[in-house]
């Protein structure tokens, strides 16, 4: 059974609209989370993260909420820029956890329209 | 820094053959993991390691094995190959900050085929 999910496989925005990824974890015990964003024949590069101390982090263009209770994380990315367009991976972990083993979900393809 | 390099980028093998995958980097991090990328499946953490000479299991051991003898290099070994091992391997080294979280960095991948 996943503990962490991305029910949504893909994704189409306009450009200059908000993208809104989200996902969805089981383990209470995941404390830290994880965007990461992947480009074909790349290796993942780390985007954004928070901790559970947390409900909102921001980094430019990039915000990404947390909502404990609904055990939901969703990814914010305004405005989107067809550069944007990659799987992104949600991740999952517990802090504090030496080596912290990361839990991925499936991904979304998200797809910026000029 | 070359950061995480991983070698090689394609490779086919037979069922029954065996192989290294390379991992290296230059960042003198501890920490080093293996995943591999199946579709709709995300990235499963293959082994895992946290210094040299230590090394442990992840999520999807089977088949594989590693070794750390040096902080640099984390090689994973498919001793048998089989076509459900055909599937992305990315390598992955990390450090920790000082808030105790870890930002992780990931290699370009291998895609490997077994026939």
């Known amino acids: 059974d996943q503990q962490v999910k991305q029910n949504s496989p893909s994704l189409s925005v306009q450009e200059g609209r908000i993208s809104i990824l989200n996902c969805d974890y089981t383990n209470s015990m995941f404390d830290y989370f994880l965007w990461y964003k992947k480009y074909p024949a790349e290796g993942p590069t780390f985007l954004i993260s928070?901790?559970?101390?947390?409900d909102k982090n921001e980094d430019g263009r990039f915000t990404v909420f947390l909502n404990k209770s609904a055990k939901h994380l969703s990814l914010h990315i305004v405005p989107s820029q067809p550069g944007d367009s990659a799987v992104y991976f949600c991740a999952a972990s517990e802090l504090y956890n030496y080596g912290q083993n990361f839990v991925f979900g499936p991904g979304t393809r998200l797809s910026v329209l000029p | 820094n070359a950061g995480v390099t991983q070698t090689p980028k394609f490779q086919v093998l037979k069922t029954g053959q065996s192989m290294t995958l390379q991992c290296a980097q230059d960042m003198n991090h501890e920490y080093m993991s293996w995943y591999r990328q199946d579709p709709g499946m995300g990235l499963r953490l293959i082994h895992y390691?946290?210094?040299?000479?230590?090394?442990d299991q992840g999520e999807v051991p089977n088949g594989y094995n590693v070794s750390r003898s040096t902080t640099e290099d984390f090689p994973l070994r498919l001793l048998s190959a089989a076509p459900s091992q055909t599937s992305v391997y990315f390598c992955?080294?990390?450090?920790?900050?000082?808030?105790?979280?870890?930002?992780?960095?990931f290699g370009p991948g291998t895609r490997l085929t077994v026939l």
């Open positions: 390691s946290v210094g040299a000479g230590i090394t």
């Open positions: 992955a080294s990390s450090f920790r900050n000082s808030d105790l979280t870890d930002t992780q960095y």
């Open positions: 928070i901790s559970s101390i947390k």
